[in-house]
């Protein structure tokens, strides 16, 4: 089956652009996405991109996707205290009509 | 706000005490979901609904069941919790279950097993 992995934590100076990096494992997930949790809340979609994509953009926010080396990047431009969250990449295996996530990244924005 | 509500926040039971946890949403979607997240680990899918149609992950232990007495509404039974079933517990709902659909969490349910 499907496996989602990304890098625990990630400490970035505010003003600065954060790359939070993930890799799966199933070639054939049409979509690919990425969740925010904050403190106290549930997930928050934020973001996701159809596997026939290389990039999408939108607003602070940019999605690459390497689909040759499975893998998939957020860039989150001018980095605010706001941002501070855990990051959920997750992909969509078609076969079983369900989101497999990885454990999320740990986002800490200093001043 | 159109919403999903899950109750109580935090929960503590007995090992062995049965326990239910609570889902509710105003978005009318037709499909809901539970999920478990254990500490630093991913999310996992233990089941969902579409409609009145029970659909289980094939490696969700016995010990956890699930209604859906309405659209609005869906519990997790859990029978005889374990110490390993200690977890946040994550409700979501989508309209659908294509990857266009999104799912829309609630805040969650922290479990504590004593």
């Known amino acids: 089956g499907e496996d989602v992995e990304q890098s625990l934590f990630l400490s970035v100076r505010e003003g600065d652009s954060s790359v939070i990096n993930c890799t799966y494992t199933?070639?054939?997930?049409?979509?690919l996405y990425w969740y925010k949790q904050e403190p106290g809340a549930g997930l928050q979609l934020l973001t996701y991109?159809?596997?026939?994509?290389d990039m999408k953009q939108d607003q602070r926010l940019t999605v690459l996707l390497n689909k040759k080396d499975k893998h998939l990047s957020l860039r989150i431009a001018d980095t605010q205290t706001g941002d501070s969250a855990i990051y959920f990449c997750?992909?969509?295996?078609?076969?079983?009509?369900?989101?497999?996530f990885g454990a999320g990244t740990r986002l800490a924005v200093h001043p | 706000d159109a919403m999903v509500i899950q109750n109580p926040r935090y929960q503590v039971t007995q090992f062995g005490k049965p326990v239910t946890l609570s889902c509710s949403q105003t978005?009318?979607?037709?499909?809901m979901y539970w999920y478990q997240q254990k500490s630093s680990q991913a999310p996992k899918l233990l089941f969902h609904?579409?409609?009145?149609?029970?659909?289980n992950e094939a490696d969700t232990p016995d010990n956890f069941q699930s209604r859906r007495p309405n659209t609005s509404f869906c519990f997790l039974d859990i029978r005889s919790p374990g110490l390993g079933d200690a977890a946040m517990y994550l409700c979501?709902?989508?309209?659908?279950?294509?990857?266009?659909?999104?799912?829309?969490f609630g805040p969650g349910t922290r479990l504590t097993v004593l």
């Open positions: 979501a709902t989508s309209s659908g279950t294509s990857g266009r659909d999104e799912q829309f």
């Open positions: 199933d070639s054939s997930s049409t979509y």
């Open positions: 991109i159809f596997s026939n994509m």
């Open positions: 997750a992909g969509f295996q078609g076969g079983y009509n369900k989101l497999i």
């Open positions: 978005l009318n979607h037709n499909v």
């Open positions: 609904y579409y409609d009145k149609d029970f659909n």
